[in-house]
T-cell receptor, first 111, second 118 residues
Framework: DQQVKQNSPSLSVQEGRISILNCDYTNSMFDYFLWYKKYPAEGPTFLISISSIKDKNEDGRFTVFLNKSAKHLSLHIVPSQPGDSAVYFCAAGGVGGNLIFGKGTKLSVKP | EAGVVQSPRYKIIEKKQPVAFWCNPISGHNTLYWYLQNLGQGPELLIRYENEEAVDDSQLPKDRFSAERLKGVDSTLKIQPAELGDSAVYLC????????????????FGPGTRLTVL
């Protein structure tokens, strides 16, 4: 059973608009969450993270929101740019534990 | 600063043949991970090393897969014999090895080795 779920395999948005990528998790023991971005033929690169004691973390155009009661997090990209087109993975982990990754969402930002 | 280096980038072999992947982590990173990524899936952990010790190999299929991290620096992952279902991307990642509630132990990934078993 998947502990980290990204239910949208793909998302298409217009340049300049907001991109919202969603992630749900089942294990309440996770205490930090990360988003990774992956371009074709490259390894995933770290984008932004949030610990379970916070509900929002912002870094430039990227904001991650965490709703612990709903076991849901989302990544907002504003404004979206064509260079943001990639696969985005949500990952969750516990203290001293390993990361569990979702299946990823392919974001396409159209000029 | 150099990132995580993996070789080869691509490998094509016939089933039942052995294959090995090599990873050199970022200098100073104590923790090294090997992941398997199937098409359309996220990375799945195979083994995690803290220095030269394998601290979690619960997901490593030990009948055919083996790994080592001699001297706690670079690492090799071997499959012998390879099966058709082993076709995937094998990712190596490294991290400093510090984690806590306020600190995430960010993992840095290499480009991966794409294995095709015919």
């Amino acid at each position: 059973d998947q502990q980290v779920k990204q239910n949208s395999p793909s998302l298409s948005v217009q340049e300049g608009r907001i991109s919202i990528l969603n992630c749900d998790y089942t294990n309440s023991m996770f205490d930090y969450f990360l988003w990774y971005k992956k371009y074709p033929a490259e390894g995933p690169t770290f984008l932004i993270s949030i610990s379970s004691i916070k509900d929002k973390n912002e870094d430039g155009r990227f904001t991650v929101f965490l709703n612990k009661s709903a076991k849901h997090l989302s990544l907002h990209i504003v404004p979206s740019q064509p260079g943001d087109s990639a696969v985005y993975f949500c990952a969750a982990g516990g203290v001293g534990g390993n990361l569990i990754f979702g299946k990823g969402t392919k974001l396409s930002v159209k000029p | 600063e150099a990132g995580v280096v993996q070789s080869p980038r691509y490998k094509i072999i016939e089933k039942k043949q052995p294959v090995a992947f090599w990873c050199n982590p970022i200098s100073g990173h104590n923790t090294l991970y090997w992941y398997l990524q199937n098409l359309g899936q996220g990375p799945e952990l195979l083994i995690r090393y803290e220095n030269e010790e394998a601290v979690d190999d619960s997901q490593l299929p030990k009948d055919r897969f083996s790994a080592e991290r001699l001297k706690g620096v670079d690492s090799t992952l071997k499959i012998q014999p390879a099966e058709l279902g082993d076709s995937a991307v094998y990712l190596c990642a490294s991290s400093l090895g510090v984690s806590g509630v306020e600190v995430t132990d960010e993992q840095f990934f290499g480009p991966g080795t794409r294995l095709t078993v015919l």
